[in-house]
C-alpha cells in the first residue's frame, strides 16, 4: 500500500480529514477530450456534504469540445477515493479527481474521458473476461533550458535548448563549456557529467511519489535533455490518473529548477522521440489471464488480446498518437515501430512481449504509444480492441522475430504499417469504431467531437506556412 495515497469512504470521512490537517483550498480536477487536466479551486469553509455528494455546477461550454453554450451547464462530481496533495502549492491544497455529469438525468457525461474509462473497466467484468486491466506506463519526456516560440503572419519560428544538446558543442559559456554531451541518438542511460539531470529526475520520482504514485526509478533516455521515470503498474483508471499527475509533477518541477519539461513526441529533429509504453495484462479472480504456454508463454487469451490491438491499431492510432508531432515520431527507426506485428522482446514490432521472470509479471507492451495521449481514452480504447480480439478469437498471426526495420522490399506485403499521418488515423477511425461503441462505453456523439478537434488542429499544421516551405522555394 502507498503510504502517500489518500482515499476516503464518505464525504463527512474527508471533510474530517481537511479539518483535521488545516487544508487551506481543494483542488478539483478533471480532464478535456485533448487530455489537457484542468482545475477549479474551493476554499474549505466553501467545501461541503453538498459540494462532495452533489458536485459543482460550471460552464461547459468553456472547455473545447464540450457543452454548447445553450446548454452549457455541467456537474463537476468529487471522486473520493482518488485524493492527493499539490505539493507546488503554497497554501496547503489537496487535489481531488473529479468525473463530468449531466445534471438533466445525473448521468455520467459521455464526453468526459474519465468517466469513459470507468466505462471500459465496468464493459470487461461484463463481459465475463476478466476482472481487472492492469496498464503500465513508461512515459518519456524532454528537459530544456530555454524555449522560444513565435507564430506571426510574416514569422514562423521555434528554438529549444538544452545544455546537453551536442548543438552546442561550440557554445561560449560564461563559465566555460564542459564538454561532456550524449551524442545524437546515443544518450541512453550515460552517466555523469554526460548525464546532467539525475537530480532533477530524483526530485521529480520523489515529487510524484509525494501524490500517491507508486515509483521505481529513473533514467536518462536517448536524446539530450530527454529522460524517463520509472513507476509502477495499476488499474486502467489509477493508471490513468497516474499519468496526469506524473506529467503534472514532472511540469512543475522543471518549472521550479528554471526549466521546461515537454511531452510532445518528437521536438527535436533527426534525434530521438518521446513514447509511452503501454504494458497491459488482464486478470480475473486475483489470477492472471495472459500466462499459459502458447508463443512466449503467452495464453491463448493474451494472443486474441493483441489480434484484437494488431486488428484496430490504425484506428487506435487516432488515440494513442493523438497530434500532427506524434507522426514524426512514429515509423523512425530510432524512435517507434511501424509495423503493425508482435514479436517477442523485438522492439521493432508493433507488440513486444517482454521478458517475465514469473505468470504474474506475464503482459505485453504496446509500443507505438506517445505521451500526447488522453490516458483515459487511449486506455479505454486499447482495452476494448483487446476485448474485440478476445470475444472474436482474433489470432495475430505468426510472429515476427527480425528486425522489422530491415525488412526487404519483398517482404514489405506483410506486415502492414500503421498510420503515418493523423489524417490518415483520424479516417481510419472513421471507418474502425464499432468495436468502440460496444456497451456504451464510447459514444458516436464522442468520437465524432474528438474528430472534429482533431480536424481542427490539422487544418492549422497544414494551412501555416512552413519555414521549410519558404528555404525550398522561395527563389524557386
Same mark, same amino acid.
Given at each position: ?7 476516503? $469512504? ?8 481537511i ?22 479551486? +474551493? ?12 458536485g459543482?455546477?460550471f ?5 473545447? %469540445?464540450w457543452?454548447?453554450? &445553450?446548454?452549457s451547464?455541467?456537474? /463537476? $462530481? ?21 468525473d463530468?455529469?449531466?445534471?438533466? +438525468? ?6 468526459? =474521458? ?14 465475463g473476461? %476478466?476482472d ?19 507564430t ?10 538544452s545544455?546537453? %544538446?551536442?548543438?552546442?558543442?561550440g ?7 564542459m564538454?561532456?554531451? =550524449? ?7 550515460p552517466?555523469?557529467?554526460i548525464?546532467? *539531470?539525475?537530480?532533477?529526475r530524483?526530485e ?30 495499476s488499474?486502467?483508471?489509477?493508471a ?6 506524473y ?18 513526441p518528437? =521536438? ?8 509511452? &509504453? ?19 508463454? /503467452? ?12 486488428k ?7 488515440f494513442?498518437n =493523438? ?7 512514429? %515509423? ?43 490516458p ?6 486499447m482495452l ?24 526487404s ?8 504499417? *500503421?498510420c503515418?499521418?493523423l ?5 481510419? /477511425? ?23 478537434l ?22 524557386g
Amino acid at each position: 500500500m502507498n503510504k502517500y495515497k489518500l482515499s476516503f $469512504k464518505s464525504s463527512a470521512e474527508l471533510l474530517k480529514y481537511i479539518e483535521d490537517q488545516e487544508v487551506s483550498f481543494i483542488d478539483l480536477n478533471f480532464t478535456d477530450i485533448r487530455g489537457k487536466w484542468q482545475h477549479v479551486t +474551493q476554499h474549505s469553509s466553501n467545501f461541503t456534504k453538498d459540494t462532495i455528494d452533489k458536485g459543482l455546477v460550471f460552464d461547459g461550454s468553456a472547455v473545447n %469540445g464540450w457543452s454548447e453554450i &445553450h446548454k452549457s451547464d455541467i456537474i /463537476l $462530481k468529487p471522486d473520493i477515493t482518488s485524493v492527493t496533495y499539490n505539493p507546488f502549492a503554497a497554501q496547503k491544497t489537496i487535489k481531488i479527481f473529479c468525473d463530468i455529469f449531466e445534471p438533466s +438525468q445525473r448521468k455520467a457525461y459521455n464526453r468526459d =474521458p474519465r468517466s469513459i474509462a470507468k466505462a471500459a473497466h465496468s464493459y470487461l467484468k461484463k463481459s465475463g473476461i %476478466g476482472d481487472d486491466a492492469y496498464f503500465g506506463t513508461e512515459t518519456e519526456f524532454f528537459v530544456f533550458d530555454d524555449v522560444k516560440i513565435d507564430t506571426q503572419s510574416n514569422h514562423v519560428s521555434y528554438k529549444l535548448d538544452s545544455e546537453e %544538446g551536442a548543438y552546442n558543442k561550440g557554445r561560449e559559456y560564461q563559465t566555460g563549456n564542459m564538454g561532456h554531451r =550524449p551524442q545524437i541518438n546515443n544518450g541512453y542511460m550515460p552517466e555523469a557529467p554526460i548525464d546532467s *539531470l539525475s537530480d532533477l529526475r530524483a526530485e521529480m520520482l520523489s515529487v510524484i511519489e509525494s501524490m500517491g504514485i507508486e515509483v521505481e526509478g529513473h533514467y536518462h533516455a536517448g536524446a539530450a535533455g530527454q529522460c524517463c521515470l520509472g513507476v509502477r503498474f495499476s488499474s486502467l483508471l489509477q493508471a490513468a490518473d497516474n499519468v496526469q499527475l506524473y506529467k503534472y509533477g514532472v511540469q512543475n518541477v522543471a518549472h521550479s529548477y528554471g526549466k521546461s519539461a515537454t511531452f510532445m513526441p518528437k =521536438p527535436i529533429n533527426g534525434d530521438s522521440g518521446s513514447g509511452m &509504453h503501454l504494458n497491459q495484462s488482464l486478470w480475473k479472480s486475483g489470477k492472471p489471464l495472459f500466462a499459459g504456454k502458447s508463443y512466449a508463454d /503467452l495464453s491463448e487469451t493474451a494472443l486474441y488480446y493483441i489480434g484484437g490491438i494488431l486488428k484496430h491499431a490504425r484506428s487506435l492510432n487516432a488515440f494513442t498518437n =493523438p497530434t500532427t508531432n506524434s507522426y514524426k515520431r512514429l %515509423g523512425k527507426a530510432f524512435d517507434a515501430p511501424a509495423f503493425i506485428a508482435y514479436s517477442e522482446l523485438n522492439r521493432s514490432a508493433a507488440c513486444r512481449i517482454p521478458f517475465a521472470a514469473t505468470p504474474k509479471e506475464r503482459r505485453i507492451d504496446v509500443s507505438f504509444p506517445d505521451p500526447m495521449a488522453n490516458p483515459y481514452l487511449a486506455f479505454s480504447a486499447m482495452l476494448m480492441a483487446g476485448i474485440d480480439g478476445v470475444e472474436n478469437k482474433i489470432h495475430p498471426g505468426e510472429a515476427m522475430d527480425k528486425n522489422l526495420n530491415d525488412i526487404s522490399a519483398e517482404e514489405l506485403i506483410q506486415p502492414p504499417k *500503421l498510420c503515418s499521418s493523423l489524417g490518415e488515423a483520424l479516417n481510419a /477511425l472513421k471507418d474502425d469504431h464499432d468495436y468502440l461503441l460496444r456497451g456504451d462505453v464510447f459514444t458516436l456523439d464522442l468520437l465524432e467531437t474528438f474528430i472534429q478537434l482533431k480536424t481542427e488542429e490539422i487544418d492549422r499544421y497544414e494551412s501555416t506556412t512552413h519555414p521549410v516551405e519558404v528555404d525550398m522555394y522561395y527563389s524557386g
